[in-house]
Protein backbone atom coordinates (compact mmCIF):
# COMPACT_ATOMS: atom_id res chain seq x y z
CA UNK A 1 0.00 0.00 0.00
CA UNK A 2 3.35 2.41 1.00
CA UNK A 3 4.56 1.77 -1.59
CA UNK A 4 2.21 2.01 -4.02
CA UNK A 5 0.97 5.39 -2.90
CA UNK A 6 4.58 6.20 -3.41
CA UNK A 7 4.43 5.54 -6.78
CA UNK A 8 1.20 6.99 -7.42
CA UNK A 9 1.19 10.23 -5.50
CA UNK A 10 3.30 12.11 -7.54
CA UNK A 11 1.71 11.11 -10.58
CA UNK A 12 -1.51 12.42 -8.99
CA UNK A 13 0.42 15.66 -8.13
CA UNK A 14 1.36 16.13 -12.02
CA UNK A 15 -1.94 15.25 -13.41
CA UNK A 16 -3.52 17.62 -11.53
CA UNK A 17 -1.50 20.21 -12.50
CA UNK A 18 -1.55 19.55 -16.02
CA UNK A 19 -5.20 19.33 -16.32
CA UNK A 20 -5.77 22.49 -14.38
CA UNK A 21 -3.34 24.07 -16.84
CA UNK A 22 -5.14 22.34 -19.76
CA UNK A 23 -8.68 23.60 -18.80
CA UNK A 24 -8.03 26.79 -16.42
CA UNK A 25 -5.66 28.24 -19.14
CA UNK A 26 -8.10 29.08 -21.93
CA UNK A 27 -10.24 30.57 -19.06
CA UNK A 28 -8.09 32.79 -18.15
CA UNK A 29 -7.96 34.71 -21.00
CA UNK A 30 -3.70 34.40 -21.47
CA UNK A 31 -2.80 34.42 -25.54
CA UNK A 32 -1.72 31.33 -26.56
CA UNK A 33 1.66 32.80 -27.95
CA UNK A 34 2.43 33.21 -24.40
CA UNK A 35 1.05 30.40 -23.10
CA UNK A 36 -0.02 27.18 -25.00
CA UNK A 37 -2.34 24.29 -23.30
CA UNK A 38 -0.26 20.53 -22.71
CA UNK A 39 -1.98 18.97 -25.48
CA UNK A 40 -0.22 21.90 -27.73
CA UNK A 41 2.97 21.17 -26.41
CA UNK A 42 2.26 17.27 -26.93
CA UNK A 43 0.74 17.71 -30.66
CA UNK A 44 4.58 19.07 -31.44
CA UNK A 45 6.29 15.97 -31.13
CA UNK A 46 3.74 14.21 -32.77
CA UNK A 47 3.03 16.45 -36.03
CA UNK A 48 6.59 18.10 -36.04
CA UNK A 49 8.77 14.41 -34.79
CA UNK A 50 11.82 15.48 -37.25
CA UNK A 51 12.17 18.93 -35.83
CA UNK A 52 12.45 18.05 -32.44
CA UNK A 53 14.54 15.36 -32.88
CA UNK A 54 17.34 17.15 -35.54
CA UNK A 55 17.40 19.71 -32.90
CA UNK A 56 17.30 17.18 -29.62
CA UNK A 57 20.19 14.82 -31.21
CA UNK A 58 23.18 17.62 -31.32
CA UNK A 59 22.45 18.32 -27.51
CA UNK A 60 22.25 15.83 -26.46
CA UNK A 61 25.24 14.62 -28.17
CA UNK A 62 27.27 18.20 -27.44
CA UNK A 63 25.76 17.62 -23.50
CA UNK A 64 27.16 14.33 -22.97
CA UNK A 65 30.52 14.44 -24.73
CA UNK A 66 30.81 17.47 -22.31
CA UNK A 67 29.74 15.52 -19.45
CA UNK A 68 32.29 12.76 -19.71
CA UNK A 69 34.85 15.00 -20.49
CA UNK A 70 34.19 17.64 -17.89
CA UNK A 71 34.18 15.00 -15.06
CA UNK A 72 36.57 12.88 -16.40
CA UNK A 73 39.31 15.80 -16.37
CA UNK A 74 37.60 16.80 -12.59
CA UNK A 75 38.48 13.04 -11.50
CA UNK A 76 41.83 13.12 -12.96
CA UNK A 77 43.32 16.59 -11.90
CA UNK A 78 41.34 15.81 -8.41
CA UNK A 79 43.69 12.79 -8.32
CA UNK A 80 46.96 14.82 -9.02
CA UNK A 81 45.83 17.31 -6.79
CA UNK A 82 45.35 14.89 -3.51
CA UNK A 83 48.23 13.42 -4.21
CA UNK A 84 50.63 16.10 -5.54
CA UNK A 85 50.77 18.77 -2.90
CA UNK A 86 52.87 21.37 -4.68
CA UNK A 87 51.00 20.88 -7.49
CA UNK A 88 47.40 21.64 -5.95
CA UNK A 89 49.48 24.56 -3.78
CA UNK A 90 50.48 26.06 -6.97
CA UNK A 91 47.52 25.58 -9.03
CA UNK A 92 44.79 25.21 -7.03
CA UNK A 93 43.83 29.09 -6.39
CA UNK A 94 44.63 29.33 -10.18
CA UNK A 95 41.21 26.90 -11.05
CA UNK A 96 39.40 28.22 -7.67
CA UNK A 97 39.45 31.82 -9.68
CA UNK A 98 39.14 29.91 -13.35
CA UNK A 99 35.23 29.38 -11.51
CA UNK A 100 35.09 32.19 -10.66
CA UNK A 101 34.12 33.79 -14.07
CA UNK A 102 30.64 33.15 -15.11
CA UNK A 103 29.87 30.71 -18.11
CA UNK A 104 27.85 33.32 -19.92
CA UNK A 105 31.24 35.83 -19.84
CA UNK A 106 33.41 33.05 -20.93
CA UNK A 107 31.09 30.91 -23.81
CA UNK A 108 31.83 34.44 -26.19
CA UNK A 109 35.26 33.76 -26.34
CA UNK A 110 34.93 29.88 -26.62
CA UNK A 111 32.72 30.20 -29.58
CA UNK A 112 35.08 32.71 -31.21
CA UNK A 113 38.13 30.57 -30.41
CA UNK A 114 36.03 27.23 -31.64
CA UNK A 115 33.98 28.69 -34.20
CA UNK A 116 30.34 27.19 -34.05
CA UNK A 117 30.50 23.94 -34.61
CA UNK A 118 29.62 21.72 -31.59
CA UNK A 119 33.38 21.72 -30.02
CA UNK A 120 32.54 24.85 -28.36
CA UNK A 121 29.18 23.68 -27.02
CA UNK A 122 30.79 20.45 -24.98
CA UNK A 123 33.53 22.55 -24.35
CA UNK A 124 31.34 24.53 -22.20
CA UNK A 125 29.44 21.93 -21.10
CA UNK A 126 32.65 20.25 -19.64
CA UNK A 127 33.66 23.27 -18.13
CA UNK A 128 30.36 23.37 -16.51
CA UNK A 129 30.73 20.40 -14.96
CA UNK A 130 34.22 20.61 -14.36
CA UNK A 131 34.41 22.33 -10.71
CA UNK A 132 31.78 21.01 -8.47
CA UNK A 133 32.92 17.29 -9.50
CA UNK A 134 36.81 18.62 -8.93
CA UNK A 135 36.22 19.59 -5.62
CA UNK A 136 34.26 16.98 -4.50
CA UNK A 137 36.08 14.20 -6.00
CA UNK A 138 39.39 16.58 -3.74
CA UNK A 139 37.84 16.04 -0.59
CA UNK A 140 36.54 12.46 -1.50
CA UNK A 141 39.70 11.07 -1.48
CA UNK A 142 40.54 12.67 1.53
CA UNK A 143 37.17 11.44 3.10
CA UNK A 144 38.83 8.07 4.56
CA UNK A 145 38.31 7.65 8.71
CA UNK A 146 41.42 7.53 10.84
CA UNK A 147 41.09 4.63 11.76
CA UNK A 148 40.68 3.31 8.03
CA UNK A 149 43.89 4.81 7.06
CA UNK A 150 45.66 3.06 10.51
CA UNK A 151 43.85 -0.23 9.10
CA UNK A 152 45.95 0.33 5.88
CA UNK A 153 49.18 1.23 7.42
CA UNK A 154 49.08 -2.10 9.90
CA UNK A 155 48.99 -4.22 6.78
CA UNK A 156 52.40 -1.90 5.36
CA UNK A 157 49.85 -0.85 2.53
CA UNK A 158 51.61 1.24 -0.21
CA UNK A 159 50.32 4.04 -1.72
CA UNK A 160 48.97 3.01 -4.51
CA UNK A 161 46.82 0.06 -2.84
CA UNK A 162 45.62 2.82 -0.22
CA UNK A 163 44.53 4.90 -3.49
CA UNK A 164 43.17 2.26 -5.54
CA UNK A 165 41.74 -0.13 -2.12
CA UNK A 166 40.92 2.34 0.07
CA UNK A 167 40.63 6.57 -0.79
CA UNK A 168 39.25 5.86 -4.41
CA UNK A 169 36.62 3.53 -3.34
CA UNK A 170 35.15 6.32 -0.36
CA UNK A 171 35.67 9.33 -2.69
CA UNK A 172 32.68 7.58 -4.54
CA UNK A 173 29.64 8.86 -2.75
CA UNK A 174 30.68 11.94 -3.55
CA UNK A 175 31.61 11.55 -7.00
CA UNK A 176 28.02 10.29 -7.30
CA UNK A 177 26.78 13.38 -5.87
CA UNK A 178 28.74 15.40 -8.40
CA UNK A 179 27.58 13.22 -11.15
CA UNK A 180 23.78 13.87 -10.62
CA UNK A 181 24.31 17.45 -10.54
CA UNK A 182 26.33 17.59 -13.08
CA UNK A 183 23.75 15.67 -15.45
CA UNK A 184 21.31 19.04 -15.36
CA UNK A 185 24.52 21.46 -16.06
CA UNK A 186 25.91 19.61 -18.51
CA UNK A 187 22.51 20.03 -20.44
CA UNK A 188 22.50 23.88 -19.56
CA UNK A 189 26.10 24.13 -20.85
CA UNK A 190 24.99 23.01 -24.10
CA UNK A 191 22.00 25.18 -24.79
CA UNK A 192 23.68 28.20 -22.93
CA UNK A 193 26.66 27.57 -26.24
CA UNK A 194 23.92 27.21 -28.76
CA UNK A 195 22.22 30.71 -27.81
CA UNK A 196 25.51 32.70 -28.47
CA UNK A 197 26.03 31.15 -31.78
CA UNK A 198 24.19 27.72 -33.25
CA UNK A 199 21.73 26.67 -36.06
CA UNK A 200 21.01 23.19 -34.52
CA UNK A 201 19.94 22.21 -30.91
CA UNK A 202 17.71 22.89 -28.57
CA UNK A 203 19.04 26.27 -27.04
CA UNK A 204 19.09 27.23 -31.14
CA UNK A 205 14.99 26.15 -30.98
CA UNK A 206 14.53 27.98 -28.55
CA UNK A 207 15.45 30.79 -29.03
CA UNK A 208 14.09 31.04 -32.99
CA UNK A 209 10.76 29.77 -31.12
CA UNK A 210 10.91 32.61 -29.03
CA UNK A 211 11.44 35.32 -31.58
CA UNK A 212 8.68 34.07 -33.64
CA UNK A 213 6.15 33.91 -30.83
CA UNK A 214 6.01 29.75 -31.71
CA UNK A 215 5.49 29.18 -27.45
CA UNK A 216 4.17 25.42 -28.44
CA UNK A 217 7.88 24.83 -29.92
CA UNK A 218 9.30 26.62 -27.40
CA UNK A 219 8.11 24.46 -24.81
CA UNK A 220 8.43 21.72 -26.22
CA UNK A 221 11.79 22.38 -26.58
CA UNK A 222 11.90 23.19 -22.82
CA UNK A 223 10.45 19.41 -22.12
CA UNK A 224 12.99 18.03 -24.47
CA UNK A 225 15.82 19.27 -22.63
CA UNK A 226 14.32 18.52 -19.24
CA UNK A 227 14.00 14.97 -20.58
CA UNK A 228 17.24 14.77 -22.02
CA UNK A 229 18.81 15.55 -18.04
CA UNK A 230 16.18 13.71 -16.74
CA UNK A 231 17.56 10.58 -18.82
CA UNK A 232 20.94 10.98 -17.57
CA UNK A 233 20.46 11.69 -13.95
CA UNK A 234 18.34 7.99 -14.58
CA UNK A 235 21.85 6.98 -16.03
CA UNK A 236 24.21 7.80 -13.61
CA UNK A 237 21.80 6.71 -10.71
CA UNK A 238 21.45 2.95 -12.51
CA UNK A 239 25.15 3.06 -12.21
CA UNK A 240 25.47 4.42 -8.76
CA UNK A 241 23.14 1.61 -7.60
CA UNK A 242 24.99 -1.02 -9.28
CA UNK A 243 28.71 0.04 -8.34
CA UNK A 244 27.48 0.89 -4.64
CA UNK A 245 25.22 -2.22 -4.08
CA UNK A 246 25.27 -3.06 -0.50
CA UNK A 247 26.82 0.35 0.98
CA UNK A 248 24.98 1.53 4.02
CA UNK A 249 23.10 4.90 3.14
CA UNK B 1 62.80 -16.14 19.15
CA UNK B 2 62.50 -13.90 22.37
CA UNK B 3 60.20 -14.83 25.00
CA UNK B 4 58.79 -11.59 25.66
CA UNK B 5 56.16 -10.27 23.83
CA UNK B 6 56.76 -6.40 24.38
CA UNK B 7 59.63 -4.36 26.81
CA UNK B 8 59.08 -1.01 27.37
CA UNK B 9 61.47 0.93 29.24
CA UNK B 10 61.19 4.42 30.39
CA UNK B 11 58.69 4.92 27.43
CA UNK B 12 57.54 8.55 26.59
CA UNK B 13 54.53 8.69 24.84
CA UNK B 14 52.92 11.62 23.26
CA UNK B 15 52.23 14.13 19.85
CA UNK B 16 54.82 15.69 18.26
CA UNK B 17 52.88 18.59 16.63
CA UNK B 18 55.71 20.67 14.46
CA UNK B 19 57.78 21.88 17.66
CA UNK B 20 55.26 21.58 20.21
CA UNK B 21 55.45 18.46 22.29
CA UNK B 22 52.29 17.13 24.17
CA UNK B 23 53.44 14.05 26.27
CA UNK B 24 50.58 11.92 27.01
CA UNK B 25 51.99 9.04 29.09
CA UNK B 26 55.74 9.13 30.43
CA UNK B 27 58.26 7.28 32.04
CA UNK B 28 56.63 3.67 30.83
CA UNK B 29 57.91 0.28 32.25
CA UNK B 30 56.10 -2.63 30.80
CA UNK B 31 56.94 -6.05 30.10
CA UNK B 32 54.45 -8.97 29.02
CA UNK B 33 55.57 -12.22 28.79
CA UNK B 34 54.37 -14.19 25.20
CA UNK B 35 50.82 -15.89 26.17
CA UNK B 36 49.55 -13.38 28.23
CA UNK B 37 45.86 -11.84 28.20
CA UNK B 38 46.63 -8.45 29.25
CA UNK B 39 43.83 -5.76 29.89
CA UNK B 40 44.56 -2.11 29.82
CA UNK B 41 41.97 -0.18 32.04
CA UNK B 42 41.69 3.43 32.76
CA UNK B 43 39.14 6.46 32.33
CA UNK B 44 39.18 8.92 28.71
CA UNK B 45 42.78 10.62 28.06
CA UNK B 46 44.69 8.31 30.09
CA UNK B 47 46.52 7.06 26.86
CA UNK B 48 45.78 3.48 26.90
CA UNK B 49 44.92 3.69 23.22
CA UNK B 50 47.74 6.17 22.89
CA UNK B 51 50.24 3.40 24.13
CA UNK B 52 48.51 0.60 21.84
CA UNK B 53 49.12 2.27 19.16
CA UNK B 54 52.86 2.65 20.07
CA UNK B 55 52.78 -0.71 20.15
CA UNK B 56 51.44 -1.24 17.13
CA UNK B 57 53.88 1.00 15.56
CA UNK B 58 50.67 3.64 14.69
CA UNK B 59 52.60 5.85 16.43
CA UNK B 60 56.45 6.69 17.31
CA UNK B 61 57.22 6.90 20.76
CA UNK B 62 59.06 10.04 22.02
CA UNK B 63 61.74 8.76 24.05
CA UNK B 64 63.11 5.33 25.76
CA UNK B 65 63.33 2.07 24.64
CA UNK B 66 60.47 -0.47 23.04
CA UNK B 67 60.87 -3.83 21.55
CA UNK B 68 58.50 -6.11 20.33
CA UNK B 69 58.77 -9.53 19.82
CA UNK B 70 62.66 -8.63 20.72
CA UNK B 71 62.40 -6.66 17.33
CA UNK B 72 60.89 -3.12 17.07
CA UNK B 73 57.45 -2.55 16.82
CA UNK B 74 58.22 -1.69 12.95
CA UNK B 75 59.89 -4.75 12.22
CA UNK B 76 56.41 -6.83 14.08
CA UNK B 77 54.16 -5.14 12.20
CA UNK B 78 55.82 -5.53 8.88
CA UNK B 79 56.08 -9.30 9.42
CA UNK B 80 52.06 -8.78 10.60
CA UNK B 81 53.18 -10.18 13.94
CA UNK B 82 50.81 -7.81 15.20
CA UNK B 83 47.46 -7.57 14.52
CA UNK B 84 44.96 -4.60 15.50
CA UNK B 85 41.12 -4.41 16.43
CA UNK B 86 40.06 -1.13 16.38
CA UNK B 87 36.85 -0.23 18.72
CA UNK B 88 34.10 0.89 15.40
CA UNK B 89 35.39 -2.29 13.30
CA UNK B 90 36.71 -0.43 10.63
CA UNK B 91 34.84 -2.50 7.93
CA UNK B 92 34.90 -1.17 4.49
CA UNK B 93 31.43 -1.03 3.58
CA UNK B 94 32.14 -1.75 -0.12
CA UNK B 95 33.37 -5.30 0.65
CA UNK B 96 31.17 -8.20 1.57
CA UNK B 97 32.60 -9.91 4.35
CA UNK B 98 34.77 -12.50 3.06
CA UNK B 99 36.15 -9.47 1.45
CA UNK B 100 36.64 -7.48 3.99
CA UNK B 101 38.62 -10.48 6.33
CA UNK B 102 40.71 -11.17 3.24
CA UNK B 103 42.11 -7.08 2.67
CA UNK B 104 45.35 -8.54 4.60
CA UNK B 105 45.83 -10.74 1.37
CA UNK B 106 45.25 -8.19 -0.64
CA UNK B 107 47.26 -5.17 0.28
CA UNK B 108 50.88 -5.08 1.92
CA UNK B 109 53.23 -5.18 -0.86
CA UNK B 110 55.09 -7.89 -0.26
CA UNK B 111 53.39 -9.34 3.26
CA UNK B 112 50.34 -9.66 0.96
CA UNK B 113 49.92 -13.59 0.06
CA UNK B 114 47.60 -15.72 -1.13
CA UNK B 115 45.26 -17.20 1.05
CA UNK B 116 43.90 -20.38 0.77
CA UNK B 117 39.75 -20.81 1.16
CA UNK B 118 40.28 -23.13 4.08
CA UNK B 119 41.93 -20.50 5.98
CA UNK B 120 39.10 -18.25 5.33
CA UNK B 121 36.61 -21.09 6.17
CA UNK B 122 38.96 -21.85 9.42
CA UNK B 123 38.62 -18.27 10.72
CA UNK B 124 35.02 -17.64 10.10
CA UNK B 125 33.71 -20.70 11.53
CA UNK B 126 36.14 -19.64 14.95
CA UNK B 127 34.10 -16.25 14.71
CA UNK B 128 30.82 -17.76 14.28
CA UNK B 129 30.70 -15.91 10.56
CA UNK B 130 29.58 -19.26 8.48
CA UNK B 131 27.46 -18.70 6.07
CA UNK B 132 27.94 -14.52 5.65
CA UNK B 133 30.44 -14.79 3.65
CA UNK B 134 28.52 -13.16 0.80
CA UNK B 135 26.46 -9.83 3.45
CA UNK B 136 27.74 -6.22 3.36
CA UNK B 137 29.07 -4.75 6.91
CA UNK B 138 25.56 -2.84 6.52
CA UNK B 139 23.66 -6.08 6.65
CA UNK B 140 25.50 -7.41 10.09
CA UNK B 141 24.97 -6.40 13.31
CA UNK B 142 27.23 -4.44 15.67
CA UNK B 143 28.58 -7.57 17.10
CA UNK B 144 29.16 -9.40 14.11
CA UNK B 145 30.65 -6.73 12.37
CA UNK B 146 33.39 -6.78 15.58
CA UNK B 147 33.34 -10.49 14.94
CA UNK B 148 34.36 -9.92 11.30
CA UNK B 149 37.23 -7.13 12.30
CA UNK B 150 38.42 -10.09 14.63
CA UNK B 151 38.75 -12.73 11.94
CA UNK B 152 40.10 -10.13 9.77
CA UNK B 153 43.38 -9.42 12.54
CA UNK B 154 43.08 -13.03 12.85
CA UNK B 155 43.87 -13.95 9.08
CA UNK B 156 47.79 -13.72 9.39
CA UNK B 157 47.77 -15.28 12.39
CA UNK B 158 49.46 -12.58 14.17
CA UNK B 159 51.55 -13.56 17.85
CA UNK B 160 49.84 -10.76 19.44
CA UNK B 161 46.47 -9.28 18.96
CA UNK B 162 46.28 -5.12 20.03
CA UNK B 163 42.63 -4.70 20.83
CA UNK B 164 41.58 -0.91 21.45
CA UNK B 165 37.94 -0.91 23.36
CA UNK B 166 36.53 -3.80 21.05
CA UNK B 167 33.44 -4.29 22.42
CA UNK B 168 32.90 -0.62 23.92
CA UNK B 169 29.81 -0.02 21.46
CA UNK B 170 28.26 -3.03 22.08
CA UNK B 171 25.24 -4.04 24.07
CA UNK B 172 25.92 -6.11 27.80
CA UNK B 173 24.99 -9.67 26.00
CA UNK B 174 26.56 -9.15 23.05
CA UNK B 175 29.96 -7.84 24.67
CA UNK B 176 29.72 -10.89 27.63
CA UNK B 177 29.13 -13.60 24.85
CA UNK B 178 32.09 -12.28 22.68
CA UNK B 179 34.18 -11.63 25.83
CA UNK B 180 34.00 -15.41 26.40
CA UNK B 181 34.36 -16.43 22.81
CA UNK B 182 37.70 -14.23 22.72
CA UNK B 183 39.33 -16.18 25.86
CA UNK B 184 38.88 -19.84 23.99
CA UNK B 185 39.97 -17.87 21.27
CA UNK B 186 43.26 -17.22 23.32
CA UNK B 187 43.48 -19.87 24.92
CA UNK B 188 43.08 -21.69 21.32
CA UNK B 189 45.61 -19.90 19.80
CA UNK B 190 48.18 -19.48 22.54
CA UNK B 191 48.59 -16.07 21.40
CA UNK B 192 49.50 -12.67 23.29
CA UNK B 193 46.36 -10.03 23.56
CA UNK B 194 46.42 -6.73 24.83
CA UNK B 195 43.13 -5.81 25.78
CA UNK B 196 42.70 -1.61 26.40
CA UNK B 197 38.57 -0.91 27.84
CA UNK B 198 37.30 1.74 30.11
CA UNK B 199 35.29 -1.36 31.58
CA UNK B 200 36.34 -2.51 35.21
CA UNK B 201 34.40 -5.69 35.14
CA UNK B 202 35.84 -6.42 31.23
CA UNK B 203 39.16 -5.88 32.32
CA UNK B 204 39.36 -8.01 35.27
CA UNK B 205 37.11 -10.74 33.74
CA UNK B 206 39.90 -10.98 30.76
CA UNK B 207 42.71 -10.45 32.01
CA UNK B 208 45.48 -12.33 33.57
CA UNK B 209 47.24 -9.06 34.53
CA UNK B 210 45.23 -5.78 34.55
CA UNK B 211 47.54 -2.13 34.21
CA UNK B 212 45.45 0.24 35.79
CA UNK B 213 45.97 3.79 34.10
CA UNK B 214 44.82 7.20 35.69
CA UNK B 215 44.45 10.61 33.61
CA UNK B 216 45.93 14.54 33.97
CA UNK B 217 48.70 13.63 33.91
CA UNK B 218 48.58 10.28 31.79
CA UNK B 219 50.13 7.24 33.91
CA UNK B 220 50.34 3.87 35.28
CA UNK B 221 49.31 3.74 38.62
CA UNK B 222 49.22 -0.27 39.38
CA UNK B 223 49.92 -3.11 37.48
CA UNK B 224 47.29 -5.59 39.68
CA UNK B 225 48.37 -9.89 39.12
CA UNK B 226 45.20 -11.50 38.63
CA UNK B 227 46.50 -15.34 38.42
CA UNK B 228 46.17 -16.19 41.64
CA UNK B 229 42.91 -15.72 42.05
CA UNK B 230 42.27 -17.28 38.72
CA UNK B 231 42.80 -21.21 38.46
CA UNK B 232 42.38 -22.03 34.68
CA UNK B 233 39.08 -23.69 36.04
CA UNK B 234 37.65 -20.58 37.06
CA UNK B 235 38.74 -18.36 34.48
CA UNK B 236 35.55 -17.71 32.74
CA UNK B 237 33.02 -17.60 36.18
CA UNK B 238 31.64 -14.14 36.68
CA UNK B 239 30.31 -15.22 39.75
CA UNK B 240 33.61 -16.13 41.42
CA UNK B 241 34.02 -14.23 44.63
CA UNK B 242 37.40 -13.69 44.59
CA UNK B 243 37.25 -11.85 41.19
CA UNK B 244 34.25 -9.87 42.76
CA UNK B 245 35.96 -8.91 45.42
CA UNK B 246 38.74 -7.61 42.73
CA UNK B 247 36.59 -5.75 41.27
CA UNK B 248 35.39 -4.02 44.34
CA UNK B 249 39.07 -2.98 44.82
CA UNK B 250 39.84 -1.98 41.39
CA UNK B 251 36.98 0.37 41.97
CA UNK B 252 38.12 1.66 45.20
CA UNK B 253 41.62 2.36 43.32
CA UNK B 254 40.33 4.13 40.81
CA UNK B 255 37.92 6.45 42.97
CA UNK B 256 41.09 7.70 45.22
CA UNK B 257 43.07 8.04 41.83
CA UNK B 258 40.93 10.57 40.74
Not at chain 2, 69 to 98: C, I, S, Y
Amino acid sequence: MTRLSNILAPICGALSILLAWQFLLPLSGVPAYIAPTPTKIIAVFFNQTDLILSNFLPTAIEALAGFFIGNLAAVLFAILFAYARFIRMAYFPVVLFFNTIPILALSPIIILIFGLGMTPKIIIAAIICFFPTLVNMIRGLASASQNEEELFRMLSANKFEIFLRLHLPRSLPMLFSSLRIATATAVIGAIVGEWIGADKGLGALIIQATFNYQSDKLYAAIVASSSLSIAMFALVALVEARVMRGWAR
Amino acid sequence: MSDTAVEAQRLEIGYRNGRDVTTVLSDVDLTVPQGEFLTILGPSGCGKSTLLRVVANLLDPLGGQITVLGNTPEAARRARKTGFVFQDATLLPWRTVGQNIRLPAVVGGRQARALPDTRIAEVMALLGLSGLEDRYPSQLSGGQRQRVAIARALIDEPEILLMDEPFGALDEITRDRLNDELLSIWRETGMTILFVTHSIEEAVYLGQRVIVMAANPGRILNIHDLRPVKSDDNHCQRDNAAIVSEIAAQRQLLAEAS
